[in-house]
């Protein structure tokens, strides 16, 4: 595949909403929603989002878009900052970005025509004038296979497929290059399901569009993926080409989730698990790992110490402790309660013994969620030789760890090649 | 494919919009839709008050020397038409309007017919738009013209029509009451029942008929200015507090705040006590001022409600204008709660105005359904309490019959 140049890039975008309360409005804590995500779309390509409900999904697709203002964080459009952008310069920008809405019901204004819902942006962005709008409008709609001559209707005529038919075309106006679908299809019926995903992935290739496709099933994704990201509580658990992470899932929390979708293909087939209890309230999320209250392998570190982003084959990037290098552990116990053995292992190396001593240092230091994904070239410059990078922001961190990492960066290096 | 017609049914022509919606929903509730009429009536009755009850004559023949006004001797005219916009007369412009539209209706309806016999092969909704259309450029004119007529304060001197009616050879065509609502008949003080006056006179000798007739002038307009009033102020208030948020919305809250402190009833009592001689104006004034603390509270709630919706996100990922998105998408659709309130809200004004005027602080010389009962309790006249407290009862009935009916046919959950 060849290189797409990024066209999005996500780096440690966080939203925090204040819970206030009492007579003058105190600020008494916050939903970390989304709590430092970084990834980056391509052009022309479709990244997975998905996750449980409530694990922040909707939230890091409308923050990324400015429709909520993020707490902190940067979004790259083109190498531009669309977060530090003044309002004018935003509302120009924001032809190229768009989005589809999941309850078709409430995406579109009850009290608009169809040519007017889909003809308004077109006009006030002056795209066309007149009666080049009405054409433009039907052009559209037949493009998203609607009859033109429905451009007098008003919503509530149309099924919800119609209406999200709809919606695309609204999207599509401006002539957009990203467009983010937040469950644009899980509101529909599974058949229509199919044909909702295969008229996107058309206008995909038609339009050069960029989806980030967001979901709470892994099985509605992987037609339409590139790559995915699976989020948990706010975070980003792992990251990887599609097929990469259908056939070789690293984080507990992917495993479990593709254990629980009906498997016909056997390679893939896994013991199923049931994750326990509930998601955790993103208000105050569990120490350490996320994760770990529901975690089949969570182990010592686990529960004090957070997990870094490591990226153990290239372009698979998981924030699990199990394939940190410096926390993986040793014991076969830990990994035989994973639902499913990593294809490629992480080899560990032998004086395992010491660790516990540097845990205990490096929980001390450990920074309280700063450790974002780093991005994947200043990865590479840092440790060009390495194919297993390890990626953090704490900077106390970087040091401890250095020697380690290319200590390591060589077995783990054969052990890829082996694998292959 | 299940969903995308390519291959279906050629299209309908013609789709309801949510107004013909609403309205078809309206219908089903019979009770709502007949009540519409009943409004309608009690505005026809208003408008035609004059037609039914004045001291003026449509038609005046006087023969050459006779009576006491030598300008008059020996013409023939229609004093009627001429006192209807006579500030001497009719010394509120409340009156000098509604005589107006008895005027601008009828024109306006018989242009409307004209105009759709021209333009038969329209569509229902171009119909519906042209209507749209129509009723807005006729309501601008005639603002514009009654206007201007108001402000040429036409008036004459005083003519005693119903003297003019004994004289040898005089033929003068009168209303079916000859009397005004201000006509003091000194000798025929509270009076029951009789062919002269229907319901008999009050304490001044008026003609409580007539001014139950005129009444309904005083009370549909103080209901309709009074929360037009409000409901403005409403929807700017909860507009703004409901869209920014943030700092706005804490002192708009706390401006509505500290207004529902005071019960309103007192708060306005208070305010009309500092009025020497409140007309209606000033009844609808403080109406109009004290109560928008609803509206707002509605418009503010529906905005946040609003906000988050999908298609207000969409305008705003599409780069709209603020001002945009709070006029074409929010507003419209924020609005058909506040209308059923509205509805509400004019029954509950006219109620407040009968109350003020059952305790003296209403409006000073206008016929209020109100002053009638006051008046009648004083002198223990049951015809006067129970007509007007009739008028009272079946005016706010209607109102709030329509009230529940619009907020019915909105509520999706409820649809028929
Ligand atoms: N405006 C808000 N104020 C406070 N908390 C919020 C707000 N919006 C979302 N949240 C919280 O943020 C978390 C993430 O919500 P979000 O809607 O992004 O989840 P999601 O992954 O899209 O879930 P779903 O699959 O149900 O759509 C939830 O715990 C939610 O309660
Ligand atoms: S870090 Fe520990 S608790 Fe978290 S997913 Fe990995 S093994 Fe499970
Ligand atoms: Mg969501």
């Not at chain 1, 009492?22 to 479709?46: P, W, Y």
Request: net charge negative; glycine share 8%.
């Amino acid at each position: 595949m060849s290189v797409a140049p990024t066209l999005l890039e996500v780096r440690n975008l966080k939203k925090h909403f204040p819970i206030k309360k009492g007579l003058f409005n105190r600020q008494v804590g916050s939903v970390k929603a989304v709590d430092g995500i970084s990834f980056e779309v391509n052009a022309n390509e479709t990244v997975g989002l998905v996750g449980e409900s409530g694990c922040g999904k909707t939230t890091a697709g409308r923050s990324l878009l400015r429709l909520l203002e993020p707490t902190d964080g940067e979004v790259l459009y083109k190498g531009q900052d669309i977060l530090k952008m003044g309002p004018a310069e935003m509302r120009s920008l924001r032809r190229n970005l768009q989005i589809i809405f999941q309850d078709p019901f409430s995406s579109l204004n009850p009290r608009m025509t169809i040519e007017s819902i889909i003809g308004e942006a077109i006009t006030f962005h002056k795209v066309a004038q007149g009666p080049e709008v009405r054409e433009m409008v039907e052009g559209l709609l037949e493009r998203v296979g609607l009859q033109p001559s429905y451009i007098t209707r008003y919503p509530h005529e149309f099924s919800g497929g119609q209406r999200q038919r709809v919606g695309i075309a609204r999207a599509l106006a401006l002539n957009p290059d990203f467009i983010v679908c937040d469950e644009a299809v899980s509101a529909l019926d599974v058949s229509v399901q199919a044909q909702v995903i295969n008229l996107l992935m058309d206008l995909q290739q038609e339009f050069n569009l960029s989806y980030l496709f967001i979901a709470h099933d892994l099985s509605v994704v992987q037609h339409i993926s590139d790559r995915i990201a699976v989020m948990y509580l706010g975070q980003i658990a792992e990251f990887a080409e599609c097929d990469e992470l259908y056939d070789n899932p690293l984080h507990p929390y992917t495993q479990a989730l593709l254990s629980a979708i009906p498997q016909p293909n056997p390679r893939r087939r896994a013991q199923r698990i049931i994750l326990k209890g509930d998601v955790p309230s993103p208000m105050n999320p569990p120490s350490g790992c996320r994760f770990h209250t529901r975690c089949p392998a969570c182990f010592a570190p686990c529960k004090t110490v957070e997990p870094r982003t490591v990226e153990p084959t290239p372009g698979h990037k998981v924030r699990c402790h199990l394939y940190d290098p410096e926390f993986a552990p040793n014991d076969p116990d830990i990994w035989a309660r994973l639902p499913r053995q990593p294809e490629a292992p992480v080899t560990v190396t032998g004086d395992e013994g010491d660790a516990p001593a540097k845990r205990d240092a490096s929980s001390d230091a450990a920074p309280d969620g700063t450790d974002g994904v780093a991005s994947t070239e200043a990865a590479e410059t840092a440790e060009p030789a390495a194919t297993s990078t390890v990626e953090e922001a704490g900077a106390e961190r970087s040091d401890v760890s250095s020697d380690n990492a290319s200590a390591e960066s060589a077995e783990a290096d054969s052990a890829a090649k082996s694998n292959a | 494919m299940t969903d995308s017609q390519t291959s279906s049914s050629p299209p309908r022509p013609e789709y309801k919009t949510y107004g013909q919606i609403v309205w078809g929903q309206f219908k089903k509730y019979r009770l709502s839709y007949y009540s519409v009429y009943g409004v309608l009536a009690l505005f026809v009755i208003a408008m035609v008050a004059p037609v039914l009850a004045m001291n003026v004559p449509f038609y005046m023949h006087i023969p050459e020397g006779v009576g006491p006004y030598t300008q008059l001797q020996g013409t023939t005219s229609f004093p009627w038409f001429a006192a209807l916009f006579d500030q001497n007369f009719f010394d509120s412009g409340v009156d000098i309007f509604f005589n107006f539209l008895l005027f601008y209706v009828p024109v306006s309806l018989v242009g409307w017919t004209l105009m759709m016999r021209f333009k038969k092969d329209l569509t229902d909704t171009a119909r519906s738009k042209a209507r749209l259309r129509f009723i807005g450029i006729a309501s601008l004119v005639g603002i514009v013209l009654f206007s201007v007529i108001y402000l040429m304060a036409f008036s004459q001197p005083y003519v005693d029509y119903a003297s003019l009616k004994e004289l040898e050879g005089a033929r003068l065509i009168f209303p079916l009451i000859e009397y005004s609502y201000r006509d003091v008949d000194l000798m025929a003080v509270s009076q029951g029942p009789s062919l002269e006056h229907f319901l008999g006179t009050d304490r001044q000798g008026r003609d409580v008929f007539t001014r139950l007739i005129y009444g309904t002038r005083i009370s549909l307009t103080i209901g309709v200015v009074a929360v037009s009033i409000y409901t403005a102020i409403g929807l700017v208030l909860g507009s703004l507090a409901g869209f920014f948020g943030g700092r706005v919305d804490n002192i708009i809250l706390r401006m509505i705040e500290i207004m529902m402190c005071f019960p309103v009833l007192f708060l306005i009592l208070t305010l009309a006590g500092f009025i020497e001689e409140p007309s209606i104006f000033h009844i609808m004034l403080i109406i109009g001022l004290t109560g928008w603390t609803g509206i707002a509270r509605l418009v503010r709630g529906e905005f946040l409600r609003l906000r988050n919706q999908d298609f207000v996100q969409a305008a705003i990922a599409l780069g709209f204008t603020r001002a945009r998105i709070i006029f074409r998408h929010v507003l419209p659709n924020a609005v058909q709660p506040v209308f059923v309130s509205a509805t509400f809200g004019v029954a509950g004004a006219i109620l407040i105005e009968a109350t003020l005027s059952f305790l003296g602080v209403g409006p000073a010389n206008a016929p209020s359904w109100g002053q009638i009962l006051t008046s009648g309790r004083n002198t223990q006249q049951m015809t006067l309490i129970l007509s007007s407290g009739f008028a009272i009862f079946v005016t706010i009935s209607l109102l709030n019959l329509i009230g529940e009916g619009l907020r019915d046919a909105t509520d999706p959950k409820l649809r028929k």
